[in-house]
């Protein structure tokens, strides 16, 4: 089965800082990688995607991420954060079946607090 | 086009219980899975609907069910409601089953189980 580990559960940093939010996934086969923002009281909000192609990927907001197939790991990175990016990430990955049925598992989330 | 709506977003329920959830996904988009978001066991997946059809489900007890209609709407129904039920419960659509298409969330039912 495939796994998510989220290397960090909260992320402090001042803002105008970098950042660097960890993703390690476990699987033996292709896979589709996904980086999803929560903001307090609202669903997930999809930040960006691997599928394929260029390693390294670009989102939403300013953020970007790199595919390691040899670490297997999708860190996900911003040069410079705003009190706006306080949130909670997740990392997730797809796991299909045979059938076409889809699911993301998700990380356990990292929490990151932007500081003025 | 409008995004996942969710209803109702907020929910109390008295511990054995059951309840109703309902999801409209995007127009257009047929498949529409459930996930469960707690503090400790994160997000879950709860099951995937495509054309009213139970796709694939994930690690819940019977108690947990849903269903689809023919315009693609779906309710997820938790009957015997327990206190550890209380969580965020988050519908999502894609267009296809097949292939890989993005997922789309809408802003979660909150059920509080007292």
């Known amino acids: 089965a495939q796994s998510v580990t989220q290397l960090d559960s909260q992320v402090p940093v001042f803002e105008e800082a970098p950042v660097e939010l960890r993703c390690n996934y476990s699987?033996?086969?292709?896979?589709?990688l996904f980086w999803y923002v929560q903001y307090p009281n609202q669903g997930l909000q999809l930040l960006l995607k691997?599928?394929?192609?260029?390693?390294l990927v670009k989102g939403i907001n300013g953020f970007e991420a790199e595919f390691n197939k040899s670490q297997t790991s999708f860190h996900l990175r911003k040069p410079s954060v705003h009190i706006s990016d306080t949130a909670e990430y997740f990392c997730?990955?797809?796991?299909?079946?045979?059938?076409?049925?889809?699911?993301?598992?998700f990380g356990k989330g990292t929490k990151l607090t932007v500081n003025p | 086009k409008a995004g996942v709506t969710q209803t109702p977003r907020y929910l109390i329920k008295t511990r054995g219980q059951q309840v109703t959830l309902s999801c409209s996904p995007i127009?257009?988009?047929?498949?529409v899975s459930w996930y469960q978001q707690t503090p400790g066991q994160g997000l879950q997946f709860l099951f995937e609907?495509?054309?009213?059809?139970?796709?694939n489900k994930g690690n819940f007890p019977g108690r947990f069910s849903g269903r689809q209609f023919s315009n693609s709407r779906s309710e997820m129904n938790v009957s015997t409601l327990e206190l550890g039920d209380s969580a965020l419960y988050l519908c999502?659509?894609?267009?296809?089953?097949?292939?890989?298409?993005?997922?789309?969330f809408g802003p979660g039912t909150r059920l509080t189980v007292t």
């Open positions: 999502a659509s894609r267009e296809l089953a097949g292939g890989h298409y993005e997922q789309y």
């Open positions: 609907y495509f054309s009213e059809t139970q796709r």
């Open positions: 997730a990955v797809s796991d299909q079946t045979q059938g076409g049925s889809e699911k993301l598992v």
């Open positions: 127009s257009g988009h047929r498949s």
């Open positions: 691997y599928l394929s192609g260029s390693t």
């Open positions: 699987s033996s086969v292709s896979v589709y």
